[in-house]
């Protein structure tokens, strides 16, 4: 009920504000990338990849913010990044997938252990 909603709502947003000569639209062009399969699936990568994997790690004890980062990792080795491409090519894109399943290893193995990332790095909101 809320992909639909989603894939509603952006393939909205996508029709009013995208533009055609946006980077990302170039990039989907040069790739042969479908311009609208992200807002179309209703975020698959979030729903079918992210989502789980969050709820799996909470499940086991996990601190959200820690889940939060396995997340992350997940997303970044789903996603067709076009900012990535645009900015690094193809081999930025393939080396923000192999960072993603690094930071999803290492988030494994420290699980039960302090957290894998520098205390400076944080995913909560600070104070206005």
Same mark, same amino acid.
């Given at each position: ?47 079918? /990849?992210?989502?789980?994997? =969050? #709820? ?13 980062? =396995? ?9 067709? !990044?076009?900012?990535?491409? /645009? #900015? ?6 393939? #080396?923000?997938?192999? !960072? ?10 420290? #699980? ?17």
């Amino acid at each position: 009920m809320l992909r639909p909603k989603i894939a509603e709502i952006a393939s909205g947003f996508f029709t009013r504000f995208g533009s055609p000569a946006s980077h990302g639209a170039g990039v989907r062009i040069v790739m042969g990338w479908a311009a609208s399969a992200l807002r179309l699936s209703g975020l698959a990568a979030v729903f079918e /990849h992210g989502w789980p994997r =969050y #709820r799996e790690a909470l499940e086991a004890g996990w601190t959200p913010e820690h889940a939060a980062f =396995y997340l992350m990792a997940i997303l970044m080795q789903q996603v067709e !990044d076009t900012t990535a491409v /645009h #900015r690094c090519g193809l081999e930025g894109l393939g #080396r923000l997938r192999q !960072d993603g399943a690094r930071l999803q290893k290492t988030s494994k193995a420290s #699980r039960r252990r302090r957290p894998c990332w520098p205390r400076s790095i944080s995913i909560t909101a600070s104070p206005a």
